[in-house]
């Protein structure tokens, strides 16, 4: 007996491994760029969001408002967006006494963001945020290897049995953690496709001293389906970490989220000043030199991915 259920009436729960894969091949073949979202943080804090407060708390308080700012990315022309767990392993949550909510934190903003995609009719991939873990790899710190891959794989068991296309793993600074969160997802999801960025905010490096080079060699070799930086000091910093990856690896798809400008410290807070006009002509310079999939991270907003995307469609 066949299964006649299409795509459009499956319930919710978990994509199936082959789907998840015909998903993310059908957005990178549809053309040379692929438009990710923005800052969800950025977002949040215009919505009222206290700082020091967790983000992923949202999921469920305020869960309209976690919808409507995905919307907004996806009139601006995401096709890739990510959910809002950046924080959203166990211990981060411990900070705020959440690390035994991981999945109901995880789960929902998968959730959340399936709903608003398909609400929208959109074809755009639904992809779980993965952060750092918020301790330091041994020998530096206390975090071993084997604990971090059980600490990001908890967080990914929870994404996929939301809904997740793809697994988006950022920000990291440490060659030794992202390994651990690549390995952790595919203890969950074997097949899954996975971003991996890391963030070269310190003289080209990251802040514990990867080059550009040897991140994508690495991160090529563990199977990453995209490679590439994100957050840092603006899109001076970011489109020479792209040109020397597209270099080293000729051949990987290359991503890139730069924040909007450098950021400026204000009030006790960091402030970011590009407009969405300087934003359109990062993404044409990043794309030039060699991302694929470029969205934008800390300050930008969805008129800066609608600029992006105008942009790139123009230009």
């Not at 793993?169 to 390995?183: F, G, K, V």
Request: charged residues 20%; contains cysteine.
């Amino acid at each position: 007996m066949t299964d006649q259920t299409t795509e459009q009436e499956r319930p919710p729960g978990p994509v199936p491994p082959e789907l998840q894969r015909a998903r993310w091949n059908a957005i990178i073949k549809a053309g040379p760029t692929t438009i990710a979202d923005g800052a969800m943080g950025t977002m949040l804090f215009a919505s009222g969001l206290q700082f020091g407060d967790p983000p992923e708390f949202w999921n469920l308080t305020q869960p309209d408002v976690i919808r409507r700012i995905h919307r907004g990315y996806l009139d601006a022309g995401s096709r890739i967006l990510l959910t809002n767990t950046f924080g959203g392993n166990r211990l981060r949550m411990s900070l705020h006494g959440n690390e035994h909510r991981v999945s109901e934190f995880n789960q929902m903003a998968a959730l959340l963001l399936r709903a608003e995609v398909e609400s929208a009719g959109s074809d755009a991939l639904v992809a779980g945020d993965i952060g750092p873990s918020g301790s330091i790899m041994m020998p530096i710190g206390t975090l071993d290897f084997d604990e971090a891959v059980d600490v990001f794989a908890e967080q990914a068991t929870a994404l996929v049995a939301g809904g997740v296309d793809v697994v988006w793993i950022e920000t990291m600074s440490d060659l030794q953690e992202i390994r651990a969160a690549i390995a952790g997802v595919r203890q969950v999801a074997p097949s899954i496709p996975v971003i991996a960025t890391m963030t070269f905010d310190t003289r080209g490096h990251t802040m514990m001293g990867v080059k550009p080079e040897a991140a994508v060699h690495a991160l090529a070799e563990w199977g990453a389906d995209g490679i590439g930086g994100n957050c840092g000091n603006g899109p001076a910093e970011i489109i020479p970490v792209i040109t020397k990856m597209r270099i080293a690896e000729p051949d990987v798809t290359l991503v890139a989220k730069s924040n909007a400008g450098m950021p400026e410290l204000v009030d006790m807070m960091a402030v970011y000043r590009a407009e969405p006009a300087a934003m359109a002509d990062y993404a044409i310079q990043i794309r030039d030199a060699g991302a694929s999939i470029i969205g934008a991270c800390c300050g930008s907003t969805p008129a800066h991915l609608a600029a992006m995307a105008e942009a790139l469609r123009t230009r």
